[in-house]
């Protein structure tokens, strides 16, 4: 990994499409009726609506590891408890907070570090109401330092949110922890719609709410009231806070050694606040820590070793690392920079160790798998992971040195545990690929020239990827992997030539075969070119299967036919502080459609003036930038919001705004999208997150800016409204010289 001051490391995007479709009802209301049923849950809430009905779910590719035995490794985060009635316990032990709650055990939660700050989320969850729509929870906590009673608090909060709702009478019902207020509307504008319950805190009013569609609340409103009523106090882990430093202070590499560390069997959750939480002047506010092992020379001797997991604002994938000494009896903290992600990010002064190592985490480049001439080579990236993330893995073998070697069908990747219970995960490195190149920020973009003789006789000059490109400007997983099962068996197949090393290549007898016709629907063809028909397509060798040692069928998909997506107007906005010369260059992974003023050699060069306007070489003033071209192997965020067409111009000067767009700017947006938007009664709307479309299509301005916000939209046309977990937006700050940039995927 390069030094990482300075740099920003870029991570996968694996993609999840929601398939979950439902016909609501206009209206609805809710009833209370305060009964317990025998088996323990609650029908206290009955959500009338209208009709409803769901789309078919398909399931794709699952490649479920079979007669493998599981290995257990303790759970790094505790914060879940399984228990044998199909019900699971979840616990919040942050800050000053100790709140626990009873979830079924196929819903999933997660949590925020957060809970410093009135009105902090603090607790979600998601689960099932049927096939594969969901409703989603999530607890806040709202000061009440007037000690207002929970009923006068709720009256105030009803008047405060009385132009957004009408509320029916609040109801009373009896929780683990006493009362418990629930409020529901009356009448919404949308079909999506909440209900609110209020429990009573020290000094504060916790708010648990539910969202989703009607008919899906009605579906889990039993599930709904039990968990409502399950919530209940308890004592918070102990506290430590990391006070404030007045300066970044460098330790040389020249005082730096190696590391030794008695390391914990699983990593143990730490309750801290660190100032990059409580810092204005940091992005990163969401942020994990875990007491991986204890310092056992040197002068961090007695010394934790911490791993801290950030999650940064918008849609992010997977987290960024650091890896800290901290030093409990004075409460500090010391940055292993060669064990950290993205120092330079960091809002708040720090003290970091440039030349410190720990052995025990160098993790090996290349694995033998066993009885075989397949290897294993590590991945550019790395996801920032703890083995516990990887439910699903199974051992595939041992090795000698590193013990066991697993693999995840969740993302098809092998992986490796180091000591501090993190993952690096590694790809298949296959003898007969030559002009082998893999992007360092971006996995599934790993494309080769396998060496192959067809069946004809022929050989192979193609490119091909055995990453799964998923669709849509980003990147997926280790591999595209089948079980047998999946492709209809050995008997679905046929040889369609033979690799370098003597292996069958294959592919389907049955040109009508499912995946062959999904990959064909995907693929995008070239700007202004008319798509191939389907014939020739599968005539042109779009993918091919290998079996690897370990019995996993790997797809190949030539390059040519990988999903991609026009890039929709993305446009620049230059605001310097004062008027000065600027070089703006933009790269597009899958190359130009359209630039204005035209794109020379070198980039962009205008004379950049503080109210945005740009004056180029052509004599013209321009207002921005602007580009069109095409983002490769791109996939969906699965966060989002489902929005009615009448409502999508409000919807975007909302969002934008809290993207860190101005007035200006998002008319600009707005005058543009909302045209492309109305075809359809409802739109799936997502943003995707701005590290990803910096690998989409890295930007580069000069003199460099102070801030840089880019906004890159996506969308989907909807016949029916579908559930989707929200996602979370924080808005940027603008300082000193900043670039804007929009844009959006043309659908």
């Known amino acids: 990994m390069k030094d990482q001051r300075g740099f920003v490391y870029f991570v996968p995007v694996i993609a999840i499409v929601l398939v979950a479709i439902v016909m609501v009802g206009a209206a609805w209301y809710v009833e209370y009726n305060d009964t317990e049923d025998n088996d323990g849950g609650s029908q206290n809430i009955t959500i009338t609506n209208g009709p409803q009905s769901q789309d078919p779910y398909l399931a794709d590719n699952a490649n479920y590891v079979v007669d493998l035995e599981p290995v257990n490794i303790a759970p790094h985060d505790t914060t879940t408890t399984a228990a044998a009635d199909g019900w699971q316990t979840i616990t919040y032990q942050k800050a000053d907070h100790g709140i626990a709650i009873d979830i079924p055990s196929d819903w999933d939660d997660g949590s925020s570090s957060m809970g410093v700050n009135d009105n902090d989320y603090l607790l979600w969850v998601n689960g099932i109401a049927q096939g594969e729509s969901r409703v989603s929870g999530d607890v806040i906590y709202h000061k009440n330092a007037s000690n207002d009673s929970l009923a006068t608090w709720v009256s105030k909060y009803q008047e405060t949110f009385a132009d957004e709702y009408v509320f029916n009478e609040p109801k009373t019902i009896e929780g683990t922890e006493g009362e418990i207020i629930v409020l529901d509307v009356s009448q919404n504008t949308s079909d999506y719609t909440t209900v609110w319950a209020f429990i009573a805190g020290d000094e504060r009013v916790y708010e648990f709410a539910f969202h989703g569609y009607a008919p899906d609340l009605a579906l889990v409103s039993g599930t709904i009231n039990t968990i409502w009523k399950s919530f209940r106090f308890i004592d918070p882990l102990p506290l430590i806070t990391i006070p404030a430093e007045t300066k970044t202070t460098a330790i040389a590499a020249s005082q730096g050694y190696e590391l030794e560390v008695i390391w914990r069997e699983s990593p143990l959750e730490l309750n801290l606040i660190d100032p990059v939480i409580t810092s204005s002047g940091s992005l990163y506010t969401r942020r994990f820590y875990y007491d991986v092992g204890q310092i056992t020379n040197g002068r961090y001797e007695g010394d934790a070793l911490v791993v801290i997991l950030e999650w940064p604002e918008g849609p992010a994938f997977y987290p960024n690392l650091y890896r800290v000494v901290f030093d409990e009896t004075a409460k500090t903290f010391v940055y292993l920079e060669k064990y950290s992600d993205n120092l330079s990010y960091l809002g708040s002064k720090f003290t970091y160790d440039i030349g410190s190592t720990i052995p025990d985490l160098v993790t090996p480049e290349e694995i033998d798998i066993p009885n075989s001439d397949v290897d294993l080579v590590a991945e550019a990236f790395d996801t920032n992971e703890f083995y516990t993330d990887h439910a699903e893995a199974r051992e595939a073998f041992k090795d000698d040195d590193l013990g066991s070697v ?336 929009w844009g959006g995927a043309l659908r």
């Open 406 to 741: 697993f693999f995840d069908p969740a993302d098809d990747c092998y992986l490796i545990v180091r000591d501090d219970g993190t993952v690096k995960l590694y790809h298949l490195k296959l003898d007969f690929i030559r002009d082998f190149t893999e992007r360092e920020y971006s996995v599934g973009t790993n494309q080769s020239v396998p060496a192959i003789t067809w069946s004809d006789g022929t050989t192979n000059d193609d490119e091909y990827t055995f990453s799964e490109p998923a669709g849509g400007c980003g990147s997926t997983s280790c591999h595209a992997m089948y079980t047998e099962e999946e492709l209809g068996g050995i008997s679905a197949l046929k040889v369609m030539g033979t690799t370098s090393s003597g292996d069958k290549v294959y592919t389907f007898k049955d040109t009508d075969a499912q995946i062959l016709k999904s990959a064909y629907d995907m693929y995008y063809a070239p700007y202004q070119e008319e798509k191939m028909d389907y014939d020739d397509f599968v005539a042109d060798r779009p993918m091919f299967f290998w079996k690897d040692p370990l019995d996993h069928w790997v797809r190949f998909t030539r390059v040519t036919y990988l999903p991609a997506v026009e890039c929709g107007k993305p446009v620049i906005y230059l605001y310097p502080q004062s008027t000065m010369e600027v070089n703006v260059q933009v790269d597009p992974n899958g190359g130009f459609s359209i630039t204005d003023p035209l794109y020379p050699v070198g980039g962009w060069n205008v004379i950049a003036h503080p109210d945005g306007t740009l004056d180029y070489a052509d004599g013209l003033t321009y207002p921005y930038l602007f580009w069109e071209g095409k983002g490769i192997n791109y996939v969906t965020p699965e966060k989002g919001f489902v929005v009615a067409r009448a409502d999508v111009g409000s919807f975007l000067e909302e969002k934008l705004a809290l993207l860190g767009l101005n007035e200006k700017e998002s008319a600009d947006f707005i005058k543009f999208w909302v045209p492309r938007m109305q075809q359809q009664p409802y739109y799936f709307v997502t943003f995707v997150d701005q590290a990803v479309f910096d690998t989409l299509a890295p930007l580069t301005v000069s003199p460099r800016p102070d801030s840089v916000i880019r906004v890159f939209m996506d969308y989907q046309g909807l016949d029916k409204p579908i559930t989707v977990e929200p996602l979370e937006i924080r808005t940027p700050a603008r300082d000193g010289f900043t670039v804007v940039e």
